[in-house]
């Protein structure tokens, strides 16, 4: 099984290059309506699709309503400090700075989290792999 998100935004083009800028990702469909984002190895990472745009199946969602209630997008990232510092340089919104995950202590998944919001509003998380937090410092 493989996950293959997807989700509902105001300006495909814009949310495509701020995904493509923070996740170092690549566009494998372009336009107005509908995009998919690839990893650099060409595994699909994120779907964006315009609110208003039925296609054969109708509207995804309310544009009215809260984008991404409860929702986060969660992203493990190898090159998490690359990451965490393309999302500085671009002005990202920062939600919870960088931090250790738990904040003290063993177990958990002891590593780096940063969380953002993006142009519509969905909370975005970047993780590190699990246990590279090492002692936490």
């Known amino acids: ?3 293959q998100p997807l989700i509902a ?11 493509q800028r923070l996740l170092g990702c690549r566009s494998d469909h372009g336009g107005d309506e509908y995009e998919r984002l690839l990893s650099a190895d060409g595994d699909l990472v994120l779907q964006l699709h315009r609110w208003e745009v039925g296609h054969h199946h109708g509207p995804i969602g309310d544009p009215a309503k809260i984008h991404g ?7 493990e990232i190898e090159e998490f400090d690359d990451a965490v510092s393309r999302a500085v340089e ?4 920062v939600v919870l700075p960088r931090h250790r995950n738990p904040p003290e202590g063993d177990g958990g998944p002891n590593h780096w989290e940063l969380w953002l919001r ?4 969905y909370t975005v998380v970047l993780a590190s792999p699990d246990g590279s ?5």
């Open 1 to 3: 099984m493989r996950p």
């Open 9 to 19: 935004v105001r300006d495909v083009q814009a949310s495509s290059l701020w995904y």
């Open 69 to 75: 209630n409860g929702v986060l997008l969660w992203f």
């Open 90 to 93: 671009f002005g990202a919104e």
């Open 118 to 121: 993006d142009l519509d509003g």
């Open 133 to 137: 937090a090492g002692s936490g410092r």
